[in-house]
């Protein structure tokens, strides 16, 4: 398994080669198309899908950087500045409405318990996106007595109740709906990770996770 300075050093080279050269020649489609004249159909046709292409594909490079390693404003800000600029991302790049309800203020969170939140967040929304055909997803935090609950609600299609159990219990080998990888890392935080579906539409995932706090010096 990588280190976390492997995973950084990888990430950075993702960063500025492939990635930058996505963004890059996204830039310059756009340009190009803009530039056409109008009566030049079958050529600008292929243009925007050549563009489109290459958006979908920097947007999908991006997400695998990041869960390759945390983003700057990550590790420099912490978890709720990052969970505001992922949000506002998702949002542009799926065309979903992503919501973030957190406290105006929390005490500083351990790292593990920062990375643990992240990593439940990006999965959870990653299954919204490519399975609930959603169009609304709120991302929650807030402590409850001396723990720490996240959760990701959206109003998608929902999960079956039993695939669901058999997965959290290991009945189930197939990883269903990213729920194997949330479970880890809920473990290596002592917390605990439930799914289900709301009896109107959708499904929220709640991530609960005891004395996530920094110890005071």
């Known amino acids: 398994m990588l280190d976390e ?11 500025g080669g492939p990635a930058q050269a996505l963004a890059n020649l996204a830039v ?37 950087i990041e869960d390759l390693h945390p983003p700057l404003i990550f590790r420099e800000l912490g978890f709720l500045a990052w969970v505001d600029d992922f949000a506002r991302r998702t949002s542009q790049s799926h065309g979903l409405d992503v919501r973030v309800e957190t406290p105006d203020t929390m005490p500083s969170l351990r790292p593990e318990v920062a990375s643990a939140l992240l990593r439940v967040v990006q999965e959870a929304v990653r299954n919204v996106v490519k399975h609930a055909g959603a169009t609304e997803v709120v991302i929650r ?6 723990d720490l609950v996240l959760e990701v609600e959206d109003d998608g299609l929902g999960v079956d109740p039993e695939q669901v159990k058999q997965t959290l219990t290991g009945l189930q080998p197939k990883e269903t709906f990213g729920l194997t990888m949330m479970q880890e890392w809920a473990q290596r935080v002592s917390g605990t990770l439930t799914m289900h579906t709301k009896e109107e539409r959708g499904t929220v995932v709640r991530l609960r996770v005891p004395k996530p706090w920094k110890e005071e010096p």
């Open 141 to 146: 935090l807030y402590p409850d007595l001396q």
């Open 28 to 64: 310059e489609l756009r340009t190009l198309l803009q530039m056409m004249d109008a009566e030049m159909g079958e050529l600008q046709g292929g243009l925007k899908n050549a563009l489109r292409e290459a958006e979908d594909g920097l947007r999908e490079l991006r997400e695998i």
């Open 5 to 15: 300075q492997e995973r950084q050093r990888i990430a950075d080279r993702l960063r």
